[in-house]
T-cell receptor, first 118, second 111 residues
């Protein structure tokens, strides 16, 4: 049983559709992440939220729009995607220490959403 | 920013042999180096990690070594078993920053 759950597991959408990916973490962490995993590429960091505030946006196209309403939930809103956006989208969470230790716990990943854009 | 190179991209071994996967990193300030295992159709899971204040860490058949001077670290799996077959990712991070991952190594263990 993973502490990070993602829905849906699979999603097929047309280029004109609008859909959303959902992630929920049950670990009490305060940081959440979206990663994109494509074949033969490293895990690509897309967005980072610390304490519900977006702290990183790795030059992600505006057709991907994240939302973090609280520290347990993270969404990725999708619209007018391209076929090359087809990939596995992984959510992850960690615990970041806000003090001087700069401690950041290991990442815990969800099972991902396999997205196919047709 | 950090750059992590991982080799080889694929590795085939016979059951019982040892497997070694190597990674190099570019940021000398990096101080945390985890390894993740991703089985087919499943999520990446942390299997072992090492911090820069130690040179080696072992957990049963898995060990990780770190050479800070050369800026490289390696994953060693002994007595490999078919269930070790998966994609393995190394990663590096300095302080509060986010992880930078290598491209992954597909390990195939033949019975």
């Amino acid at each position: 049983e993973t502490g990070v759950t993602q829905t849906p597991r699979h999603l097929v959408m047309g280029m004109t559709n609008k859909k959303s990916l959902k992630c929920e973490q049950h670990l009490g962490h305060n940081a959440m992440y979206w990663y994109k995993q494509s074949a033969k590429k490293p895990l690509e960091l897309m967005f980072v939220y610390n304490f519900k505030e977006q702290t990183e946006n790795n030059s992600v196209p505006s057709r991907f729009s994240p939302e973090c309403p609280n520290s347990s939930h993270l969404f990725l809103h999708l619209h007018t995607l391209q076929p090359e956006d087809s990939a596995l989208y992984l959510c992850a969470s960690s615990q970041k220490d806000s003090g001087q230790s700069s401690y950041n716990s290991p990442l815990h990943f969800g099972n991902g959403t396999r997205l196919t854009v047709t | 920013g950090e750059n992590v190179e991982q080799h080889p991209s694929t590795l085939s071994v016979q059951e019982g042999d040892s497997a070694v996967i190597k990674c190099t990193y570019s940021d000398s300030a990096s101080n945390y180096f985890p390894w993740y295992k991703q089985e087919l159709g499943k999520r990446p899971q942390l299997i072992i990690d090492i911090r820069s204040n130690v040179g080696e860490k072992k957990d049963q058949r898995i060990a990780v070594t770190l050479n800070k001077t050369a800026k490289h670290f390696s994953l060693h799996i002994t007595e490999t078993q078919p269930e070790d077959s998966a994609v393995y990712f190394c990663a590096a991070r300095s302080g509060y920053s986010t992880l930078t991952f290598g491209k992954g190594t597909m390990l195939l263990v033949s019975p």
